[in-house]
């Protein structure tokens, strides 16, 4: 156990409807980090937060939103969905702010399946 | 922007021979960490390396930092079937850049 709480585990829905992930990260982590994995596919980053604030943006789509709140949860908001939408999304978190001699390891949430169908 | 290149994106060993990946950077990388992900499962931290030419053994596992701190190297011995699994590379630079991974399949 990551310590890493991601929700829904799984979600099906069809294509043009909007959908919210939600990730708590481990007590203490100030950072979230999102990415995407699809089929047999490698780590996309999506974005990071750092307590609060957009530390990093990958490549994220215009569909795509998201947030940390002030208890340190996140949200990621996926709408006007397409079929290629559907993958697994990884939310992580670490202690620091990352990118620094002393980053910290990333502990990652099981994940949530989304299905666009 | 930055890339790391993972090699190769695929393995298919039998149990009991030895397994390499090899992780390159398009820039220099602050530390390389290495992560595990075994099927169905999510990425799991498995070391970092920090120094220039660095070197950790982990049991059956050796891990390389490159001289230049632009590639890294996971190598395990004598492959088990709980090995099974993608394993990536992530440089931190400015951010955390995950490797392509490279999928290991131990045939017992």
């Known amino acids: 156990d990551s310590g890493v709480t991601q929700t829904p585990k799984h979600l099906i829905t069809a294509t043009g409807q909007r959908v919210t992930l939600r990730c708590s990260p481990r007590?203490?982590?100030?950072?979230v980090y999102w990415y995407q994995q699809s089929l047999d596919q490698g780590l996309q980053f999506l974005i990071q937060?750092?307590?609060?604030?957009?530390?990093a943006k990958g490549n994220i789509l215009e569909r795509f939103s998201a947030q940390q709140f002030p208890d340190l949860h996140s949200e990621l908001n996926l709408s006007s969905l397409e079929l290629g939408d559907s993958a697994l999304y990884f939310c992580a978190s670490s202690r620091g702010a990352g990118g620094s001699p002393n980053t910290g390891e990333l502990f990652f949430g099981e994940g949530s399946r989304l299905t666009v169908l | 922007g930055q890339q790391v290149m993972q090699i190769p994106q695929y393995q298919h060993v039998q149990e009991g021979e030895d397994f390499t990946t090899y992780c390159n950077s398009s820039?220099?990388?602050?530390?390389i960490q290495w992560y595990k992900q075994r099927p169905g499962g999510h990425p799991v931290f498995l070391i970092q390396?920090?120094?220039?030419?660095e070197v950790k053994k982990q049991k059956r596992l050796t891990f390389q930092f490159g001289e230049a701190k632009k590639n890294s190297s996971l190598h395990i011995t004598a492959t088990q079937t709980t090995d099974v699994g993608t394993y990536f590379c992530a440089g931190t630079g400015n951010q955390f850049y995950f490797g392509t991974g490279t999928s290991l399949t131990v045939i017992p």
């Open positions: 820039t220099t990388l602050s530390n």
């Open positions: 007590s203490g982590d100030l950072s």
């Open positions: 390396l920090v120094k220039s030419g």
């Open positions: 937060y750092y307590n609060g604030e957009e530390r």
